[in-house]
């Protein structure tokens, strides 16, 4: 069984091609270690990293928006049976970008609990995910899911649609609404941007 995505550009050698890029599940278990380890120090009672709650919901919003436009649609598409598990995490992730919206220092441990439990449904869908995807297939996935995130909204906004098509549209067009209010206030909104960023 094959993920469906576009069709790679003709290169002359398409037998042997291997697009450039990371395996979506690398990125995604990454990008979930980094999450879990800024939340963790958001809530250590030492000081905690400056204006990391800004980027924590940042990360988050935009790693939802990404998982939801490409990997989802393709735990459905290549896995018999797994819509249902897809349609519950969608589900979650609204939840948590409800809590997310308000957050405040009682908010951070509703927020753990929950990105826990988003962190062990999506782990479980993307093995199973590895299991029936080529290499290639998963890095071309990987590659838009960082083309996703790049033009995903900074903040919460769980009243967008979740599924494609319409979130592959609305969501680009909000994210854009977000940046300029970043860059008016001078939000950061990246790992990167903090003092000491969570390790990869």
Do not use: C
Request: no cysteine; aromatic share 2%.
């Amino acid at each position: 069984m094959t993920v469906p995505l576009p069709p790679l550009p003709p290169t002359g050698e398409d037998e042997e091609f291997r697009p450039g890029g990371r395996s979506v599940a690398d990125i995604v278990d990454a990008e979930h270690r980094q999450l879990r380890e800024l939340l963790l120090r958001l809530a250590d009672p030492e000081p905690a990293p400056a204006r990391g709650r800004e980027v924590l919901t940042a990360a988050l919003s935009r790693h939802l928006s990404a998982e939801e436009q490409y990997l989802l649609p393709a735990v459905r598409a290549a896995l018999p049976g797994a819509a249902p598990r897809a349609d519950r995490t969608v589900a979650d992730d609204k939840d948590l970008l409800t809590v997310l919206k308000n957050l405040a220092d009682d908010g951070l441990s509703a927020v753990a609990t929950r990105l826990d439990r988003h962190i062990q449904e999506v782990g479980e869908l993307v093995a199973e995910l590895r299991e029936v995807a080529s290499a290639e297939e998963l890095i071309r996935l990987g590659n838009r899911l960082e083309i996703a995130e790049e033009a995903a909204p900074t903040r919460p906004h769980p009243g967008t649609p979740a599924t494609p098509p319409w979130n592959r549209v609305v969501e680009p067009a909000v994210g854009v609404v977000d940046k300029v209010r970043d860059a008016v206030t001078g939000r950061p909104t990246y790992l990167a941007d903090l003092t000491e960023p969570p390790s990869n």
